[in-house]
């Protein structure tokens, strides 16, 4: 049986791109289009999460995304 696909790799794949292609651009335009990945797979991140991965993706520090199921 293959295992389904997790409904986050949608995110973590939009996730590296941004960190790919946003390296150095302001965080204040990277939040909305992490914003709009995580609502596309249903994820909850706070303003907060979504600040400090901005944060990451704008400064090219390494980030490693954790994703907490409750």
Known sequence: ????????????DEFAQLAA???GRPAATVVPLLRRAADRVLLEFTE???QEQAAAISSGAPYGLR???S
């Not at 049986?1 to 409904?7: A, D, G, V």
């Open 21 to 23: 292609t946003h390296q």
């Open 48 to 50: 907060a999460d979504l």
């Open 67 to 69: 994703v907490t199921v």
């Open 1 to 12: 049986m293959t295992p389904k696909p997790s409904l986050y790799r949608g995110y973590e």
